[in-house]
């Protein structure tokens, strides 16, 4: 069977996860990468044997002709980026957030569909492992319908110092970490109908918010309180894990440090290790995502060899988007956000 061939745009913090992983994974060829920083690229194509070095983008995709192009750069250039790959005919996964504006992201979900190519995004808190876990619990009934639940990721790690932009970010911890638990939320309970956001900033170096406290409505009659903090001074901290409790009509569950999911039902209690594996290039405690990184862009592949739409699509994740933009109008009205 041929191999996808794939290319990575962006050389930069977390990019060596998606190097490592496309390269374990069968079915997939890394065959170019490209960085606007020519120190950047020429390791990472040394690193990781990649065959094609480009410093240009349009370059790069005229001369090595990807299957898929993997977008692992800041925000502010996807759009820019994920519109030439449409205009290519190219096939696209670009990280989060999608983009600095919903217009941003509306127009890169319109460019694809207008060239007729898989636009995924990388959201990859839903794809851990621990997370389908939950999800696997909550699908076969077991605690029945989820009537509450809690999403959290409180921390004190300096995520600033291997990506100092998030200084200067005026839209910062929802926007970075929130998207994540936010979609979560919907990936758990379903679509969300009313939000009320509270923020704060502890950190007076960085210009945006660094705490936040969400409470949604969903459709289905859930309540989900979504919460996440920079500033944690709990001990031990546990990034980067996610902590989620849900209590349903029949039972409950709750996904606890060290991935340890105790689910309650009939009046008995058990509890599983839900812990992600290790592989060759990850390590404790980034495990959890790096794992989840293989697995996103398994489900990526897979999407694109099927010719079928991704779970987190472009069109899917505007709708985690639009509980970001709800959460900030939430935050500076103080009132309740009706979606």
């Not at 007076?204 to 705490?211: A, L, Q, Y």
């Amino acid at each position: 069977m041929a191999c996808t061939k794939i290319a990575v745009i962006g050389c930069g913090f977390f990019a060596p996860n998606h190097l490592h992983a496309w390269n374990e994974l069968s079915g997939a060829k890394l065959i170019a990468v490209c960085d606007i920083d020519e120190n950047k690229v020429a390791a990472a194509a040394a690193h990781y044997s990649v065959p094609g070095a480009f410093t240009d983008a349009a370059e790069m995709l005229a001369v090595a002709k990807p299957d898929l192009v993997d977008i692992v750069t800041t925000m502010d250039s996807h759009r820019m980026l994920v519109e030439l790959c449409a205009a290519n005919g190219i096939p696209v996964i670009v990280q989060k957030p999608f983009g600095p504006t919903p217009s941003d992201c509306a127009a890169m979900v319109q460019a694809c569909r207008d060239a007729d190519v898989m636009l995924m995004v990388h959201e990859n808190f839903r794809h851990q492992h621990p997370m389908r876990q939950v999800k696997a619990v909550l699908d076969a009934g077991t605690i029945g319908q989820a009537v509450w639940g809690r999403v959290s990721f409180r921390t004190g790690y300096d995520v600033k110092a291997g990506q100092p932009y998030l200084f200067n970010e005026e839209r910062f911890i929802v926007l970075d970490l929130g998207i994540h638990l936010l979609d979560l939320a919907r990936f758990f309970f379903g679509e969300v109908k009313s939000l009320y956001s509270r923020h704060a900033r502890i950190d007076s170096r960085v210009k945006g918010e660094d705490m936040a406290t969400m409470m949604l409505g969903h459709a289905s009659g859930a309540t989900s309180i979504v919460d996440c903090t920079y500033e944690s001074r709990q001990l031990p901290d546990l990034f980067p894990q996610t902590l989620v409790t849900i209590e349903g009509t029949k039972g409950a569950m709750d996904l606890k440090s060290d991935f340890r999911l105790s689910i309650s039902t009939g009046g008995t209690c058990r509890t599983e290790d839900v812990s992600s594996p290790l592989r060759a290039w990850t390590s404790q405690p980034w495990h959890v995502t790096q794992d989840s990184v293989y697995h996103t862009q398994t489900r990526a592949l897979a999407a694109f060899a099927g010719g079928y739409e991704p779970e987190t699509s472009g069109s899917d994740n505007l709708k985690s988007y639009a509980l970001i933009e709800a959460a900030y109008r939430s935050a500076k009205s103080g009132e309740c956000v009706r979606l």
